[in-house]
């Protein structure tokens, strides 16, 4: 299979647009789904997933499709963003998305559509993929996260801290010392309870962590967002739960042992070099596993989608993926 090589200069953003339509979805339970359709009503279908879980879509996601040759549908995943009920944990798993992914194909009229993921996207977008590989034109990937007990141990407990000491710091003070040999469990009791306060405290502790080590430019650079108490909340809670039960996962290394179901579906991977959130390490297993997957590494970049090496990787992905 054929993939373009690299352009110079970098390529950039597509212009700002805006949806040409809008609204909520209803599920089979308490769950309504936002979401959004933006760019050429008539073009190649491509579903975003965002990051998380426990994020939402912004519009400059909507940027990365060429908004001539793209259907863009976004939408925020349960208790994320504008659905409702905000931080929901009700029925709300990895099995339960992949229901609302095929409900909102069906509501959109869509047979088989790209599906664009970063982080969990990335996670989700594979998920799907192998429930639903008939339903993939291609994959475009981001920052790939397989859910491991080893990443999650590497980024909540052992590992980041190194490389991001002033931050760690900021993170585990919301812990007593004694629970913080379990930071995600500690965590977890604090994200559910009923202490309002404390919830909120730890879960900008939380949201911030992530937010201070998705950039190479580090702490500095971090997102307001992650700050923000209604995002924090939410971001928090929904990403403690999920991988507290493990992705909901029926076993470790679930994507990696069933790589087989989508590898034939035409699959671009961006990876930074840098990437603390998401180590390289689960990029390069999957490339292992899955050769014919393209594994695009960016030299000097870490996670985050904004950085110029990544940008440029998305949009020459998206570009090669609109002809697939």
């Known amino acids: 299979m054929a993939f373009p090589a690299p352009a110079d200069p970098r390529r950039e953003l597509y212009p700002e647009i805006e949806p040409f339509a809008s609204g909520w979805m209803e599920t089979d339970g308490p769950h309504q789904i936002y979401y959004e359709e933006c760019g050429n009503p008539q073009g190649r279908p491509v579903l975003v997933l965002h990051g998380g879980p426990g994020g939402a879509v912004n519009p400059g996601m909507r940027r990365y499709f060429d908004p001539a040759k793209y259907r863009i549908v976004l939408f925020d995943q349960r208790g994320c963003g504008k659905s409702r009920p905000n931080a929901s944990l009700e029925d709300n798993t990895t099995w339960t998305l992949i229901e609302d992914i095929e409900r909102l194909r069906a509501r959109c009229g869509v047979d088989r559509w790209v599906v664009f993921g970063g982080s969990w996207g990335s996670t989700l977008s594979m998920a799907y993929a192998i429930t639903h590989p ?126 087989d179901r989508m590898r034939d579906i035409p699959c671009w991977i961006a990876q930074g070099r840098f990437d603390v959130v998401t180590p390289i390490s689960g990029a390069w297993a999957l490339h292992r596993a899955w050769p014919e997957a393209r594994l695009d590494i960016v030299p000097d970049a870490g996670h985050a989608s904004s950085e110029p090496g990544i940008i440029d990787s998305l949009i020459r992905a998206t570009d090669w993926a609109a002809t697939v």
């Open 134 to 259: 008939e339903r993939c034109l291609a994959l475009v990937l981001r920052g790939i996260f397989l859910l491991s007990r080893k990443e999650l141990h590497w980024f909540y407990q052992d590992g980041a801290s190194m490389i991001f000491p002033d931050a760690w710091e900021r993170f585990v003070v919301p812990i007593p010392e004694a629970e913080r040999g379990d930071l995600m469990g500690a965590y977890y009791k604090r994200l559910i309870g009923d202490d309002v306060a404390e919830r909120e405290r730890c879960a900008i502790a939380w949201s911030s962590w992530e937010g201070e080590t998705v950039s190479v430019e580090g702490p500095d650079a971090r997102p307001d967002k992650f700050a923000e108490p209604e995002f924090a909340v939410a971001f928090a809670r929904i990403e403690n739960w999920f991988f507290t039960n493990g992705g909901f996962f029926p076993e470790e290394d679930w994507i990696l042992k069933n790589v």
